[in-house]
């Protein structure tokens, strides 16, 4: 037999390897790696019967690799031993099928107990295998012929016909007919839903099938499980036997993944029986209905009782005010905005309403918000970052992921317009010392320390507001000073140029006559002999 060590830490690897007595469990070659990465290189290319793993490594856990383990079809025992004992990463251990989960505080004793009954329970499976191999070869096949049969029906690559379905039956020598009915249980997983939101696409339907299989088949009969992504969501039909009620086995899946996940799937439960050339119709049907279904959600569902879904758009009313519900917006009523938000919907989506009438509003919150935001020239992009754009996906999922997307999508929005209006408000402030300090020394460092902010951001602020820099606007708001006064007084220019902030009278005169077109001198003889 052989093992493979894994830790990042050298120092343990070398402590196990040299300190426990391999030869008693019949190993004869132990593998060391020191990271996940080089751990999967040595299953790749050497037999490994066991595997002692840590949890806790820097880039890949011990976690995922026991799920990649698992999705490589690998079966390989896997003993986690590690720092941390906490529940959660227990629990994620077992939910992967590893064999045992060992404290690294435990003594070595209780390490080779451990490995002791990993080896005992390997070879009996072993022994096992080798008396079944044949017979269960044969039941593999079977069951992988029965569940393509089904998967090709659900995806229209066998016709839905009982002849077509008795033809491949027989070719195959399967145990069913075509013609026996079943008491279907169909489990409905949103995308982004735990636990299938961490897997990489194409591990959720096997995920789902094995979470399936470990609940149902402890609760009932259940021979047939098929699973097949479809808008967003991953479909699981549970085919139990058509004289059994599968309510209870139903009933004890949802409550076992709200137990592990603190989420639930939707499952459907038609009342009546169905035989495989009706199976694809079923499926389509479902589809719509969970699509439109956006009220009853994370419970058992019967097909039959659901309502008419999809209430006409033209039977609501109005959708909503855009231009009064945007004014709200740019006026901070965040409460008053939210208030008509939540009786529309109380207003409009009943038991009667359908994932359309949730379309439409959330099509109508994003004008109000892109109106009342562009209103006071704040980019969408501030309020619909990452987070929000992925929970507005999954706001269409049911009703109150839509009241949770639309209360976050507000919040960030009134958050925006707050940091909008108090920029304002630090750029007029600036613009005010600047004009009240015109005789003093004024540039953005100076400015900035008079509102205390960085010189960098009181620079970004007054030109995003005022279009000019503040050393553009101190210069042109000097000129227009010195203008009045030489128009409307006869200070000396020598004395007008120092009491607008100029620090000598030839800096004065050039920046003047680049602005205005000629010097100080002839600007006051032509306005003042123009008064006269």
């Known amino acids: 037999m052989t093992l493979l060590i894994v830790d990042d830490d050298k120092t343990t690897v070398d402590h196990l390897h040299l300190n426990i007595g391999w030869e008693q469990f019949g190993i004869g070659t132990v593998y060391r790696a020191y990271s996940a990465g080089q751990a999967k290189t040595c299953l790749r290319e050497n037999p490994v019967d066991m595997v002692l793993c840590d949890i806790e490594m820097p880039g890949e856990t011990g976690l995922n690799l026991l799920r990649w383990m698992r999705a490589q079809g690998m079966e390989t025992p896997l003993i986690f031993l590690t720092h941390h004992a906490e529940f959660p990463y227990a629990q994620q251990a077992i939910q992967l099928g590893c064999a045992d989960y060992v404290c690294k505080s435990a003594s070595l004793d209780e390490i080779v107990v451990s490995l002791r009954r990993c080896v005992d329970t390997l070879r009996a499976r072993q022994s096992d295998d080798e008396l079944k191999h044949i017979g269960r070869q044969f039941a593999d096949l079977k069951d992988g012929f029965l569940n393509d049969l089904l998967y090709d029906l659900l995806v229209s690559a066998l016709p839905s016909n009982a002849e077509s379905i008795q033809r491949r039956i027989d070719n195959l020598h399967l145990p069913i007919q075509a013609e026996t009915p079943y008491r279907v249980a169909t489990f409905v997983f949103s995308g982004h839903q735990p636990p299938f ?41 549970a085919l139990m036997p058509a004289d059994g009620d599968n309510r209870a086995a139903c009933d004890a899946a949802v409550q076992s993944f709200k137990a592990v996940f603190s989420a639930a799937p939707t499952v459907y439960r038609p009342t009546v029986a169905i035989a495989l050339p009706g199976f694809k119709a079923y499926h389509d049907r479902l589809v719509q209905a969970d699509l439109e279904n956006v009220l009853q959600r994370g419970c058992v569902v019967s097909l039959e009782g659901l309502p008419r879904m999809g209430m006409p758009l033209a039977a609501v009313p109005d959708m909503l005010d855009v231009p009064a519900l945007s004014k709200l917006l740019t006026a901070g009523n965040k409460q008053e905005l939210l208030m008509h938000l939540r009786k529309f919907l109380q207003r409009n989506i009943s038991t009667q309403a359908g994932r359309d009438l949730l379309v439409q509003f959330r099509t109508s919150l994003f ?11 704040i980019s969408a992009s501030e309020v619909f970052t990452p987070d929000v754009v992925a929970l507005g996906n999954k706001a269409l999922d049911s009703l109150q992921d839509l009241i949770e997307w639309m209360d976050l999508a507000v919040e960030r929005a009134f958050e925006a317009i707050g940091k909008r209006r108090e920029n304002d408000n630090l750029a007029h402030k600036m613009r005010d010392y600047i004009e009240n300090h015109l005789a003093e020394t004024l540039n ?14 009181a620079a970004k602020l007054f030109k995003k507001e005022f279009g000019q820099s503040i050393t553009e606007y101190v210069t042109a708001v000097r000129l227009d000073k010195a203008k009045t006064l030489l128009a409307s007084t006869l200070l000396p220019i020598g004395r007008i140029s120092e009491s607008v902030g100029f620090e000598s009278l030839t800096y004065f005169s050039t920046m003047f006559k680049a602005a205005v077109g000629c010097s100080p001198n002839q600007y006051r003889q032509q306005r003042q002999s123009g008064a006269d």
Do not use: W
């Open 444 to 457: 953005r460092m100076v400015v900035a320390t008079a509102v205390h902010v960085s010189a960098d951001h």
């Open 367 to 377: 004008q109000v918000l892109y109106v009342g935001l562009s209103g006071l020239q």
């Open 197 to 237: 939101s961490e897997f990489e696409p194409g591990e959720a339907e096997l995920a789902a099938e094995n979470i399936l299989s470990e609940l149902l088949f402890a609760k009932t009969s259940c021979p047939y499980i098929v699973t097949v992504p479809a808008a967003g969501r991953v479909i699981s039909h």
